[in-house]
DNA sequence: CACGTTGTTTGCGCTGGCGCAAACAGTTCC
DNA sequence: GGAACTGTTTGCGCCAGCGCAAACAACGTG
């Protein structure tokens, strides 16, 4: 688990930005790469924060957050391993737009702005990949502004437990686990409502039977009916009314 | 007016897509593009149509519609000159997120896939504007997430306002006045209400000077105190309580 | 083990803004 | 000019879900 040369190359070759790419690259992308071992919860970059590098997740888990005026806050993204962050930042005013906060212990690669456009210029695949990525990334945030819009509180958190187990889901005997500490706290910033809701809304599931939470944990018992809520808004019924 | 010879390279190199190119290879850009023009309310293409395209206008206004399998939908964005649109559709799956829909009279230019990977294989820059473009809509489109996730009604009225008077204002000497036909219905879909709620604080902004609206149309008289409805969420005590 | 810290649950009241419905006002078409 | 259409305003009732507050539960720490 160290970060030696041994472990890198598969890390990077697995990551989607350096899709396609020969191993003579993979040298080079390892070379120009800074790497860090962060403890739980340590602040990576803030928001409006100069000089932002490309940044990516090798193990852990990174959470991007936006913070307003007011003190209120909305996660954009939870970052798993293979997955870039801070990156467009790059591209657009050079300032990054969120914080990024590890969520558990985690290994962070990143390169300097001028170090990524070399990249890109000797390997024009890798420019490709950024675009895929980000547009991948467009794609997902533009669905959740519908679903902002549109749908009531109950069906954002579906939507947004759903898309945590997509993302980072451990497949366990008994369901799917999100195996990195979650919050009520944090569902409710993702879902776009309250800690208060969120938690009402997470225990009418589990008195349901839909899924099993220990404190910091989820684990998801029927997808499918979550899936339903989703989609349709259809309650199963198992909420008292 | 006519999309001829003449008129085309100018507006190409308008755009930020083809910013930095030497004007050699615009002529490559125009002979590979197809160029219509469309009447007002035609539709583009539709959500979860394949075989996309990269899309640009040239002249006119093009809506983003996202819907969802209820009939609500949010207005994603409104495309001016310059634009692209439809184009990450090409590098995730290749279908389109979303509708696209003219809203008024517009000149549209679009090139095939291929055409646009020849044209970024020869000339890298295109890439690096792709992801440049990309990477700032990105970032707006997070801000607009926060701004549902955490705002409210007013508030958001008031950002989806101001961002329209940004993109597409037309200062005139009264105020800034936005030039395209815009419905109550779509100041709705673009901050995430109802057509009630957006026409009662749309009204009650009237009453107060704040801005003038004929049927369709929009100028804003007093920017500064809707960036700081948008901002504070200080209502100017001009709406009736 | 006692204590502080951190995360979760839940009751209660209140209100923002949604939903319905109806009237009204420009526009276009015949 | 009338009729159909499209867009806008507004009144009214209601409820989802926010906000407050307080109790509870799990965990870490000395």
Known sequence: MAPDAQTFPDALSAMELFHGLPASALETVAVAARV???????????????????????????????????????????????EIFGTVALFADGCYPADAVTVSETLE??????????LMARYPLVAINVIR?????????QERVRELATLNAE?????????????????ATDGTAIDFPLRRKDVAD????????????????????????????????????????????????????
């Not at 490309?54 to 888990?61: D, L, N, P, R, T």
């Not at 009402?200 to 839909?210: M, N, P, Q, S, V």
Request: aromatic share 2%; hydrophobic share 40%.
């Open 109 to 118: 690669i990143s390169w300097s702005k001028s170090e990524l456009l070399d």
């Open 36 to 82: 860090r071992r962060l403890p739980k919860d340590m602040r990576i970059f803030n928001q409006g924060d100069p000089d932002a590098r490309a940044h990516a997740v090798i193990e852990g888990v990174v959470r991007i957050v936006q913070s307003g005026s007011d003190g209120a806050q909305a996660i954009l993204r939870l970052v798993g391993p293979g």
């Open 155 to 171: 069906r954002r958190v579906a939507h947004a437990v759903l898309r945590l187990a997509r993302q980072a889901g451990h497949g």
């Open 133 to 141: 990525i980000v547009g991948k990334r467009l794609q997902d945030v």
């Open 190 to 241: 993702i879902a776009g409502t309250t800690l208060h809701t969120a938690s009402r809304i997470l225990t009418a599931w589990e008195k349901a039977g839909l899924l099993v939470t220990r404190r910091q944990h989820l684990t998801i018992r029927q997808p499918a009916q979550l899936l339903r809520i989703a989609e349709d808004g259809a309650d199963q019924g198992g909420r008292s009314r």
